[in-house]
């Protein structure tokens, strides 16, 4: 009785300290959703909720999204806090979820970041450390709940990809840049001729037949682009736009017409000059506040759409606000 005696107030102290920092977190929290509420309260005045991202309760982290138009169908690529395989998820026009893990071309299960999914003709490509690997379309399209999808190739560009989509019959990827925790390197940093620096790259690739997986072997255009950029897509007239994010602050959409984009001579990529162009502020035409910790977009038929990571169960701060679902917008051209 005694030896209780003693423990208890012990218990009931640190009992009494947990429940006190729960409570201080769900504070902050709220505080944060009221902040969110606010200075997003353009973007929630125009943006539609359309569905819940899967498997955002069950450890997945979302990185991107990608519309596949003939299938009707949401692909989702991430990674699990656990380190577990990282799955891509397919979501039907019917709300079916189907979730896959991926082998790699070598055999073992992909585990990688899964920063970004996109789709061109047979082929849907998935980023890696290194570059992107490729599954086969019609394999997946037919692939049931739990099915492990098998790699059948992989492509190496010259950077750590970010983000990267296939629009407009244009193969576009490009890499994050945060001067402290993800640096560049220096010769992607580039003076803009508006006067910024931006410090990361994008690099655009045409359509070719005998090309790796139907792309050029070398890009036909590069962009110098702002940091922070997590995902991008093209609207139906051509701009191009990038969801920027770091940590809790409030991420943004950044809409540019690359029509207005001033040639700065060419860029060497691996031995080959592509024309440069740069996304800067004299080419910006639109800035949306959005949510914290924005990520993959997609245009489908003139509306943004927008996956968001703040949901997961690695920072739950935007269960607080609705980050759990994918939001559209339209972009006023």
Avoid at 51 to 56: A, D, E, H, L
Avoid at 128 to 148: H, M, P, Q, S, T
Avoid at 170 to 187: A, D, N, V
């Amino acid at each position: 009785m005694s030896g209780k005696s003693k423990t208890l107030p012990t218990i009931v102290v640190a009992s009494a300290g947990i429940a006190a920092g729960a409570a201080v977190a769900f504070t902050g929290f709220l505080l944060k959703r009221r902040a969110v509420r606010t200075t997003c309260k353009p973007f929630y005045a125009e943006a539609t909720r359309r569905f819940k991202i899967p498997g955002i309760s069950e450890g997945f982290v979302p990185q991107d999204l990608f519309y596949l138009s003939d299938e009707q169908t949401w692909l989702f690529s991430g990674y699990l806090a656990n380190r577990r395989p990282s799955p891509i998820y397919q979501v039907g026009a019917d709300g079916t979820v189907r979730r896959h893990e991926v082998r790699l071309p070598e055999g073992s299960l992909y585990r990688g970041h899964g920063a970004a999914v996109t789709a061109a003709g047979p082929f849907v490509f998935l980023t890696v450390r290194d570059g992107f690997i490729a599954l086969d379309r019609a394999e997946l399209a037919k692939a049931a709940d739990g099915d492990v999808l098998q790699a059948t190739g992989h492509r190496a560009v010259p950077l750590m990809p970010a983000f990267m989509t296939v629009q407009k019959d244009m193969l576009y990827i490009g890499e994050f840049s945060h001067r402290l925790f993800y640096p560049t390197p220096k010769s992607h940093w580039l003076r803009c001729p508006s006067g910024e620096t931006n410090p990361a790259l994008l690099l655009a690739y045409a359509p070719h037949d005998g090309g790796p997986f139907g792309f050029g072997e070398h890009p036909s255009a590069v962009y110098s682009i702002p940091g922070n950029v997590q995902g991008m897509c093209v609207t139906p007239e051509g701009n191009i736009v990038l969801s920027l994010a770091w940590g809790f602050g409030d991420a943004e959409v950044r809409i540019y017409d690359p029509a207005q984009a001033k040639r700065g001579g060419s860029y060497l990529v691996e031995g080959h000059k592509a024309p440069l162009y740069f996304l800067d502020e004299a080419t910006r035409v639109e800035t949306l506040t959005v949510p914290p910790m924005a990520e993959g977009i997609d245009d489908v038929n003139g509306e943004v759409y927008l996956a968001n990571e703040a949901a997961s169960n690695l920072y739950l701060l935007g269960k607080f606000y609705g980050g759990q679902y994918v939001y559209s917008f339209p972009t006023r051209e």
